[in-house]
């Protein structure tokens, strides 16, 4: 069955603390990968997506994503987080059309 | 705004009512999508189409909802006879054609449904 685990539901970090949330995927077939993000009181926007090549993506406000298809994993890293990277962070996969999204993670940064 | 919009942004109705939700897309996007969003959980697939023709629906949808897209632009989601577990966000989604499921999935901010 195709499915996605996030297994940090609530992460709490200072401003200037690294980052790392966890995505383990399930997916018959080539597969695609995807982080989006809800700031609070907004819609999903992409942050990254991974589709082929580079196993190492780089999407808006400085984040990144290593693919490492051994492991099933795409995690999301960011170096420095900062007060405004407070939301809710969603690992989705997709095959041909059908998107499945993790169950989310709620990051707080305290400043 | 060129984004996704959904009507309306909120819905309190009583069990055992209908409601019916919109979804206006990206004017280009030729596939649409339909989630449920519940607290502490990801968006879940309901149903998929492709322009007018609704390719996939999900298990989790019962006979009493039932989705169209009868000129492949717009699309609506009803829900006959709510009851309380009904109560959700109801996000809407599109993509352009492109190479498999590669494309990013553009949301609309919801509609949330509470059933009484």
């Known amino acids: 069955a195709q499915s996605v685990s996030q297994h940090n539901h609530h992460v709490i970090l200072s401003e200037a603390a690294s980052l790392e949330l966890g995505c383990n995927y399930s997916y018959g077939g080539t597969v695609n990968l995807f982080w989006y993000v809800q700031y609070p009181g907004q819609h999903l926007q992409l942050l990254l997506k991974y589709f082929s090549g580079d196993p190492l993506v780089k999407g808006i406000k400085g984040f990144e994503a290593e693919f490492i298809k051994s492991k099933f994993s795409f995690n999301l890293r960011k170096p420095s987080v900062q007060w405004s990277d407070t939301a809710e962070y969603f690992c989705?996969?997709?095959?041909?059309?059908?998107?499945?999204f993790g169950t989310g993670t709620r990051l707080k940064v305290l400043a | 705004d060129t984004g996704v919009s959904q009507d309306p942004r909120h819905k309190i109705t009583k069990r055992g009512q209908n409601v019916t939700f919109r979804c206006d897309p990206i004017?280009?996007?030729?596939?649409l999508y339909w989630y449920r969003q519940t607290l502490g959980q990801g968006p879940e697939f309901l149903t998929y189409f492709q322009n007018e023709a609704q390719l996939e629906k999900s298990r989790l949808l019962s006979d009493r909802f039932s989705a169209e897209r009868p000129k492949g632009s717009f699309s609506t989601l009803e829900i006959q006879r709510t009851e309380q577990g009904d109560s959700a966000m109801y996000l809407c989604?599109?993509?352009?054609?492109?190479?498999?499921?590669?494309?990013?999935?553009?949301f609309g901010e919801g509609s949330r449904l509470t059933v009484l």
């Open positions: 004017s280009e996007h030729n596939r």
């Open positions: 989705a996969a997709s095959g041909t059309y059908k998107y499945i």
């Open positions: 989604a599109s993509r352009t054609e492109g190479s498999g499921g590669t494309g990013e999935l553009f």
